[in-house]
């Protein structure tokens, strides 16, 4: 179980601090919604490790993962924007998610075998520019398939998507969760995201979490 | 259909001081065609053309090549580090720009010169003397890459920062290391600045004239620009002045087109905010030593100016009569410069942002730029041509002339600072000013005064600075009665005055450090205090 115990946080200046308990399992998509401006993106931060919360704990079965910097913490990131370098091909993309100690030979099959679970086998070449959202969001989810990480953190992963696509990628999402079995906390002010995806719901509201 | 609220009259002005601005520079070098027809073909002239081209362009290629490699690993490592007193770091490296290059020099005599402070400490502690470094093509590229290494460091950090925050975070997530960071995040937000950069510092170095002046220790590191001063003050041969003008005008023009193309070098920078994402320890420790080395290769000429100027010299030269009508003058075509650049660069910015047909901006655009082609020495050139063949004495028309020329200098970076911002207030404010009826000065006054308050700062600031320490454009036109900080010092320095020349130099690094902080912060409260 990925959980957030007390989690507390408050920028400088705020008076009442950001208080969060939540508790994602494996094999579920777990999701936290609110109005703009409700922390979202704060917890977010919290949980990736780019801000440093003033008390509580999160752990991962158990361990304690607070102290962990981002590039350790046993975790994917999926945002909006920006999850792939635009300059770079679509393999090159992927292959950020292998250690650079992986054999070239390992690397290039891994890699292959990654873009076709998410079904963009053939685009590997192509650069990241060139794709389109719901193209560039599948060749994020197969580096995460090789960062081979058991939590999955979406941060309004289909905003800017259209209604076709965030479908077929909310399935892949949610297929790709069960299938390797990710702590998968989605982020969203979409309603119908939440609804199409999640087990366990969580709203934002008043600087704290609540179980729906 | 356009949103831009429709100013005909802000249009017009423009255009007609676009045209005012580009007869001015037809009127110039007409008068340099003109002297070099008309003046004798002396044969004894020893004037090698060939070989000037040949230094300018190595000593420019080769500051331009170091100023990028040096302004690239500063900004990698100021992206990188957070320490107590980074802002300040920043604020001098910025201030490269305005520092005037005489002071620069002077410090790294006073650092690496035969008399300077490394000589004297191996001298005492060893006995024996490195020689002097600072003369010749290395004192030359050195004093270069402090300056314009520093200036590219802090345009390139600007584009460090400007990484949208989820990219970063997406490779801190993945763990990228330093190289693949730099590789994949850094590479690609400041490659596309560094050919425009490169074109500026290109030109900057090819048209360096108290660097080359006060370092160059002979002729055989003589550049295009020195040459002009020498062919017209020291041999008064004039056809060799205009043919060496002509020269230095077809180079920069060529510079200038070739640069027309590529993105544009954005001039104003904001507060720079140090990353969370620290590299790793080998990384880090890097970026330490170089920020360090870089540090004190910067700062110790400015500081070696300050000690040896503010002793019992400034109390000395504070004496003299003549020192209180130099910093009068100073001052007073400094203002007179800052205020006419700020005009002539707010009209043209708000015909510009007034339109958006290319032709019309182009030609809105263009004579500013021209002047890039036009430097300080072979500008002055054209207007003591100019006055010698309307029958004016130079010396009558010196301050008008002076005044005129260091703003037009200073124009360029003016209208490059003012423009963006200008074109944006009225892009995105468009269709609400034109829905609210605003007239022309309603709109200047009630959303882009305010809205521009420290880029007017920082108009103001560049344009005084550059005129405080100019030696261009005073050197051809300046006489016993009218004589500037810079000008004054230069004597100092050819009277073997150091001490002099020290107490001016530390004066003249105060006051442009000073107007440089204080003026865009000045501004920007007022511009408050209206809001």
């Not at chain 1, 579920?28 to 440093?52: C, M, N, Q």
């Not at chain 1, 890699?111 to 994020?140: C, I, N, W």
């Not at chain 2, 015909?351 to 430097?375: D, F, Q």
């Not at chain 2, 500008?379 to 301050?399: H, K, N, Q």
């Amino acid at each position: 179980m990925f959980a957030a115990d007390n989690l507390t946080f408050a920028y400088p200046g705020q008076i009442e601090p950001y208080r969060f308990w939540l508790e994602a399992h494996d094999g579920e998509v777990t999701a936290v919604s609110g109005a703009s401006g409700s922390g979202k993106s704060t917890l977010l931060d919290l949980l990736a490790g780019f801000a440093r919360p003033s008390g509580g704990t999160i752990t991962l079965d158990g361990a304690d993962i607070t102290a962990l910097p981002p590039e350790h913490r046993p975790l994917s990131l999926l945002l909006q924007s920006e999850s792939l370098f635009e300059h770079l091909s679509a393999t090159r993309n992927v292959e950020l998610g292998l250690s650079t100690a992986t054999p070239r030979a390992d690397t290039k099959s891994a890699v292959e075998a990654a873009l076709a679970e998410v079904g963009m086998a053939g685009f590997g070449a192509q650069k990241a520019a060139t794709l389109s959202g719901g193209q560039k969001q599948r060749v994020a989810l197969a580096r995460t398939l090789l960062r081979n990480r058991p939590v999955l953190l979406l941060d309004e992963p289909f905003s800017a998507l259209d209604d076709a696509t965030r479908g077929t990628i909310r399935t892949l999402v949610k297929e790709l969760t069960e299938r390797h079995r990710w702590h998968t906390i989605l982020v969203s002010h979409h309603a119908d995201d939440v609804a199409a995806l999640a087990t366990r719901r969580y709203r934002l509201e008043n600087r704290t979490l609540r179980l729906e | 259909m356009t949103t831009l609220p429709i100013r005909p009259q802000r249009v017009a002005a423009g255009l007609v001081l676009a045209a005012a601005i580009a007869s001015l520079i037809a009127v110039l070098l007409w008068a340099i065609f003109n002297a070099a027809s008309a003046a004798p073909n002396t044969s004894s002239s020893s004037v090698d053309i060939p070989h000037l081209l040949r230094m300018t362009s190595i000593q420019a290629g080769l500051t331009t090549a170091i100023s990028l490699l040096v302004g690239t690993a500063l900004a990698w490592c100021l992206n990188r580090l957070r320490f107590p007193g980074r802002d300040l770091v920043i604020g001098i490296f910025a201030s490269a720009i305005v520092t005037p290059g005489m002071i620069v020099a002077f410090g790294m005599l006073s650092i690496w010169g035969r008399n300077g402070w490394i000589n004297q400490t191996t001298g005492h502690l060893f006995g024996f003397s490195i020689g002097n470094p600072a003369f010749g093509l290395s004192g030359i590229l050195f004093a270069h890459v402090i300056l314009d290494g520093a200036f590219a460091a802090r345009i390139l950090l600007a584009r460090l920062d400007a990484i949208p925050s989820p990219r970063l975070k997406t490779g801190q997530s993945l763990g990228l290391s330093a190289i693949q960071r730099f590789a994949i995040i850094d590479w690609p937000a400041i490659r596309g600045t560094l050919p425009g950069l490169a074109a500026i510092i290109f030109l900057l170095a090819f048209t360096s004239f108290p660097i080359v002046l006060l370092l160059g220790g002979g002729p055989a590191n003589q550049t295009l620009e020195v040459a002009i001063y020498a062919a017209i003050r020291q041999d008064f041969d004039l056809r060799a002045a205009v043919l060496l003008a002509l020269t230095q005008i077809g180079v920069c023009s060529l510079v200038i087109l070739a640069s027309a193309a590529l993105p544009p070098v954005p001039s104003a920078l904001g507060p720079s905010k140090a990353q969370s994402w620290s590299d790793g320890v080998l990384a880090r420790t890097l970026q330490i030593i170089l920020l360090t080395l870089a540090a004190a290769a910067f700062i110790l000429p400015l500081l070696s100016v300050l000690v040896s100027g503010l002793g019992n010299g400034l109390l000395v030269v504070m004496s003299r009569p003549n020192f209180w009508w130099s910093l009068a003058t100073s001052l007073t075509i400094g203002t007179l410069s800052a205020l006419l650049t700020l005009t002539l660069a707010l009209l043209l910015s708000l015909g510009r942002g007034a339109t958006a047909r290319p032709g019309l901006r182009i030609l809105l655009g263009v004579p500013v730029y021209a002047y890039l082609a036009v430097p300080a020495v072979v500008l002055s050139l054209g207007f003591f041509l100019l006055v010698r063949a309307l029958g004016i004495a130079p010396g009558a028309a010196a301050p008008v002339v002076v005044v005129i020329a260091n703003a037009l200098l200073a124009l360029p970076f003016a209208v490059a600072t003012l423009g963006p911002p200008l074109d944006a207030i009225t892009s995105t404010r468009g269709k609400l000013i034109r829905s609210l009826g605003l007239t022309s000065w309603q709109q200047f006054a009630l959303i882009e005064y305010p809205l521009l308050g420290r880029d007017i700062g920082v108009v103001l600031a560049l344009s005084f600075c550059f005129s405080l320490g100019d030696l261009g454009v005073i050197a051809l036109f300046g006489t016993q009665d009218f004589t500037t900080l810079p000008l004054l010092m230069f004597r100092a320095l050819g009277a073997y005055r150091g001490n002099d020349a020290a107490a001016i130099a530390a004066i003249l690094l105060i006051g442009t450090t000073l107007a440089f902080v204080a003026l865009p912060r000045l501004i920007e409260r007022l511009s408050n205090v209206r809001r």
